[in-house]
């Protein structure tokens, strides 16, 4: 988080450069492994100064191998997953965003043998280029696919919601109304599995303090900022969870967890096979999500979600540190048409915008949340990590005290 406030790095380009030069500059301790330094919400050193989200990578690998014994174990599911839905029209659920993670998930499943059903939740805000790399990847493929879309004008309220809220989780609503929209595609035709695109090799897990989501504290940001009126987001409030474990029995599956799965590799491949074009960067394919990225976090924060991608990369050899330590002493660059866009859409004047950058800075812990729940459920979600009812990474985060 920031700790002193130029309010011209808001608006001038320059201040901004040499905000970013001042910061780079002032020594902090850095895990000897990967970039997170000090700053970093929950992190811990060991004597050799290698951090605890570095040890949390490691004893994922031990737990989720890759190579053959990966490919193995993803085949094992793939034969369990159509067994169980011979009876039904597809066998598993994927979502899509155009990303390359999620488009290469795609890609993985029909090479299983499998019969995917695509869905995408659509919070208005998609690039033109993520839209087309859905659009001829499913073609190709021949694969349905089934959107959810919110109301544009509710949505954008949201997001004003949290700008005045001053918590820096701009993108939580998205990533609720993801996991919302893929249960719900799969209680409607009546689907056991998810697939998820995420990959703790090449994006790491985020610490909480950088974003926490969870659908109470949705409400809550917008009932206190807000209107408070929620008619078509997909909220996945706690009873919804349940009943996706508990009834429905719906299964939370990570392929990429079990494949060295190398971004620039993938890129090529999808870009020759699909014609799937890069979009600039990692998870840039939303306009929203690239203002969060590239503007947002770094400036009004001081947090530099690359650290994270680039950490994992580091961690599994696909990055050399001193590359990482190179790119991360320039700031993201941020297109200043998009904030142009965002400020318009959002109905922001400049004033209002730089009045919204530059409120006092909160966190989830001051509002209502699921956390504590989560926290004396742990036992419970225990299982169902182990079950494959809810990611292992939620589990990871969610629900300890000392969360990562």
């Known amino acids: 988080m920031r700790t002193s406030l130029n309010k011209e790095i808001f608006s001038n380009e320059a201040a901004w450069q040499e905000e970013w030069t001042n910061r780079v500059s002032v020594v902090l301790q850095r895990c000897t492994r990967c970039l997170y330094d000090e700053t970093t919400p929950s992190i811990t050193f060991d004597a050799d100064g290698v951090c605890n989200y570095c040890h949390t990578h490691d004893q994922l690998c031990r737990e989720y191998p890759s190579?053959?014994?990966?490919?193995?174990?993803?085949?094992?599911?793939?034969?369990?997953?159509r067994k169980r839905g011979r009876k039904a029209p597809y066998d598993v659920v994927v979502g899509v965003s155009g990303g390359a993670d999620s488009s290469f998930l795609v890609h993985l499943t029909k090479e299983l043998g499998l019969r995917p059903l695509a869905v995408h939740f659509d919070n208005t805000w998609d690039s033109t280029i993520a839209v087309e790399n859905i659009k001829r990847l499913l073609d190709i493929l021949n694969v349905d696919l089934w959107t959810y879309v919110v109301n544009n004008e509710e949505y954008d309220r949201i997001y004003r919601s949290f700008l005045e809220s001053g918590v820096p989780d701009l993108e939580s609503p998205t990533d609720i109304g993801l996991a919302r929209t893929l249960n719900m595609a799969a209680e409607k035709y009546?689907?056991?599995?998810?697939?998820?695109?995420?990959?703790?090799?090449?994006?790491?897990?985020?610490?909480?303090?950088?974003?926490?989501?969870?659908?109470?504290?949705?409400?809550?940001?917008?009932?206190?900022?807000?209107?408070?009126?929620?008619?078509?987001?997909?909220?996945?409030?706690?009873?919804?969870?349940?009943?996706?474990?508990?009834?429905?029995?719906?299964?939370?599956?990570?392929?990429?967890?079990?494949?060295?799965?190398?971004?620039?590799?993938?890129?090529?491949?999808?870009?020759?096979?699909?014609?799937?074009?890069?979009?600039?960067?990692?998870?840039?394919?939303?306009?929203?999500?690239a203002f969060y990225h590239t503007y947002f976090l770094p400036r009004r924060f001081n947090i530099d979600m690359r650290l994270l991608g680039f950490s994992a990369l580091i961690r599994s050899g696909q990055m050399k540190r001193e590359d990482g330590l190179s790119l991360i002493s320039n700031p993201p660059l941020c297109d200043m048409d998009l904030l142009e866009m965002v400020k318009k859409r959002l109905d922001l004047?400049?004033?209002?915008?730089?009045?919204?950058?530059?409120?006092?800075?909160?966190?989830?812990?001051?509002?209502?949340?699921?956390?504590?729940?989560?926290?004396?459920?742990?036992?419970?979600?225990?299982?169902?990590?182990?079950?494959?009812?809810?990611?292992?990474?939620?589990?990871?985060?969610?629900?300890s005290r000392n969360s990562i």
């Open 190 to 289: 009546g689907i056991k599995f998810i697939f998820e695109g995420h990959s703790f090799r090449t994006e790491g897990i985020a610490p909480l303090g950088w974003l926490y989501m969870d659908a109470r504290y949705i409400q809550t940001i917008h009932s206190t900022y807000g209107d408070g009126k929620l008619e078509t987001f997909p909220n996945l409030w706690f009873s919804s969870m349940m009943k996706s474990m508990l009834f429905h029995r719906t299964k939370k599956i990570r392929p990429l967890w079990y494949i060295n799965h190398t971004k620039e590799n993938t890129k090529k491949m999808l870009a020759e096979k699909y014609g799937w074009q890069w979009y600039g960067g990692h998870h840039l394919e939303n306009r929203i999500t």
């Open 349 to 399: 004047s400049d004033d209002r915008f730089i009045q919204l950058m530059s409120l006092p800075v909160r966190t989830y812990r001051e509002f209502r949340t699921y956390k504590q729940m989560f926290e004396r459920l742990r036992p419970f979600f225990y299982l169902m990590a182990k079950s494959n009812l809810i990611p292992k990474s939620f589990y990871i985060k969610y629900t």
């Open 67 to 81: 190579g053959d014994e990966g490919w193995k174990r993803i085949q094992v599911i793939a034969d369990q997953i």
